[in-house]
Nanobody
Framework: EVQLVESGGGSVQAGGSLRLSCQGSGFSFSDYNIGWFRQAPGKEREGISCTDDTDTHTWYDDSVKGRFTISNDHGKNTVDLQMNDLKPEDTAVYFC???????????????????WGKGTQVTVSS
């Protein structure tokens, strides 16, 4: 069974940093990639970054480009999101999901089933 578990969220002041981790199990990292998404209050969920299993192909939304870095940790079976220079507008619940990652991302959909973690809260105060 596919399981995705996010961790590392918290509260920081603007300009601070956090490192999120997405622990994956029940699938092969060579078959599927991991994407990070976020949903702010009152807004739709948006994709912010993804990577393939070798970090050869990565994608970032313009809103986080240059501040966030995504990477695989094969030893831990995690895909991490290093978030620097955080801004209040980065406040959201952050989710990871199975995707196919290239120039953009495509959410894995197997007969109508998508695979998401439950999310971790990130709060950035000004």
């Amino acid at each position: 069974e596919v399981q995705l578990v996010e961790s590392g969220g918290g509260s920081v002041q603007a300009g601070g940093s956090l490192r999120l981790s997405c622990q994956g199990s029940g699938f092969s990292f060579s078959d599927y990639n991991i994407g990070w998404f976020r949903q702010a209050p009152g807004k739709e969920r948006e994709g912010i970054s993804c990577t393939d299993d070798t970090d050869t192909h990565t994608w970032y939304d313009d809103s986080v480009k240059g501040r966030f870095t995504i990477s695989n940790d094969h030893g831990k079976n995690t895909v991490d999101l290093q978030m620097n220079d955080l801004k209040p507008e980065d406040t959201a619940v952050y989710f990871c999901a199975l995707v196919f990652c290239g120039d953009t991302y495509y959410i894995v959909d197997e007969d109508g089933r998508e695979y998401w973690g439950k999310g971790t809260q990130v709060t950035v105060s000004s």
